[in-house]
Every structure is written in structure tokens, then in C-alpha cells.
């Protein structure tokens, strides 16, 4: 288990039940159950009482916690019949988009995801979740296959943001990520879109402009990461925590703001502790809001769409 900074006291008692649990290996003759279950309740007291009052920079830790589920687990937990479609056919796969053919509980749809790699081979071929120009252009491909074939599509958030490098911005990263974000607007098909860890930037909107948009419990979603917001505001990236907070990403936020649309509760103690529940949860979540606009017109969902994002935020501006 990799403990995130708030969790060290929890790691202690963890690590003195699982010391004692070894002892009693080593020595069968020796009683430690009795002392061990009391050491794993009060970690269970502890992770309750931890998870129950979370900061916002504390939930940016846990949306980026290394064991927590990605996309590509996901896709393989939840889709059956996956069939990967590769390429821009323009320049080149990206590898940090995942997308393709799959069918959802027996319903035919078009999956697509960032994945940013288990490890560290994994994630310097996936780029850590940054898309390129080419991953954008891929999503296009992907979402106008949907929209011919009228099948739903759904999306799969987890991103720091869009690749800023030079060849990136030299192939026009900014205006793939606009020309996605305007496929999101136009399709006339169902479009949902779950938060399953980080929604950064332009980079997530683009694949998050959908008629449902869903948040796991200790997801975040923002305009930029807290460390980069610090660094120009106070142009010190300690500020982080500070940040966090302004910046008002955490699921609850956004709920409550209308930014996104529903929060799907995690396990106590976070994705990671238990896959199982979470990919379960996200597939009663995306179910939900599939049944939601079953046997819509595609011109109904296309504007509500449209509606629900260019209205976004009105409500504020008038007060």
C-alpha cells in the first residue's frame, strides 16, 4: 500500500497489526489475533475519520494516488467486446487516449479515456495522461463513428492536462483540443462523461463537454492544477493548498456550482482500497445516466447540450 502524506498515522497502525500478524507466523504458539484485530479496528475508526473531512489539496492527493484505478482498467472491468481503434490518420497514435468498439451491459457503444499507466514504463508511453494534438484528433474520429453508427459514447477523465511541449503546441494542440470540445457539441447521440481521478484543464473539458457528467467521490476537475495556479498567483507552487481551495474542484464544489451532474460515492478510504466497489458504482453510475436520455431524439441531446454548457454560469453573472 502506498500511504499519502495525511495517511502516516494510519500507516503506523497498519504496519504494527501486519508486524504482529508476522510474529504470529514465525511462532504459532504465540496469540496476536486478539491484539491485531484491535490495531485494524482503530485503522478502520481512523480511515473513516480521515476520509470523512478531507481538504481540497488532500483530495487532489487522493485523485492522484499512484494504485488508483485508471481507464484502461476500467475499459477492461466494465466493457466487453473492446475493440481498440488506433490513429489520427493524419500524424500518429497517441497513446495517452484510449478509444474504440465495445459493448456496455450488451448495448453497443464507443469508449474512450486518457490513461495515464500503472508504472514507470507504462506511464512514460501513455505521457501520463497528457494528450497530444493527435489524441484530440483521434477522440474526433472516434466520436464521428458514434454519431454515424448512433451509438452512445462515453468518456473516461483522468488528465494533469494537455501535453504543453513544442511539438504539441507546433501541431496545434489548442485548436484540437477546440475542434473536440466542438464534436462534444454536435453529436446527436448520448454523451456521458465520469471523472475517475484528475480533470485537468481544456484538456478534460474536451472529452467532459457531455449531456451527463459524473465525478467519483475524491475526483477533481479545474481549469489547472493547484500547483500551476499557485505559481502564478503567488509564484510559489507551495501555495498549493492555498490554491486547492480557491480553485473549488472538489466533486462537492462542482455539484453544488452545476457544473457536473452527479457524485459517485468511493469506498472509505478511496478508490484504491477497494477497485472492485468502485468499478461497480461507475457502472450503476453511467447506466443511470444512459437510462436517462434513453429514446431521445439525437437533435433533443444535442441541444440540451449545447444549452446546458453555453448556459452555464448564467445564473451568477445575473446576481
Known sequence: MNYLEFE????????????????????????????????????????????????????????????????????ETLFSEYTPLAGDRSFADDHSVMGGLARFDGQAVMVIGHEKGHDTKSRIERNFGMARPEGYRKAIRLMDLADRFGIPVITLIDTPGAYPGKGAEERGQSEAIARTTEKCLSIKVPLVSVIIGEGGSGGAVAFATANRVAMLEHSIYSVISPEGCASILWKDAEKMREAAEALRLTAQNLYDLGVIDKIINEPVGGAHRDRAATTE?????????????AGKKGSDLRDARRKKFLGMGSKGLAA
Open 8 to 75: 502516516k498515522p494510519l500507516a503506523e497502525i497498519e504496519g504494527k497489526a501486519e508486524e504482529l500478524r508476522a510474529m504470529g507466523r514465525a511462532n504459532p504458539g504465540m496469540d496476536v489475533e486478539k491484539e491485531a484485530a484491535g490495531l485494524d479496528k482503530k485503522a478502520s475508526d481512523m480511515i473513516v475519520s480521515l476520509y470523512g473531512s478531507l481538504t481540497a489539496w488532500q483530495k487532489c492527493q487522493v485523485a492522484r494516488h499512484p494504485e488508483r484505478p485508471h481507464c484502461k482498467e476500467y475499459i
Open 281 to 293: 458504482a461507475v457502472r450503476n453510475a453511467i447506466n443511470a445516466m444512459l437510462g436517462e436520455m
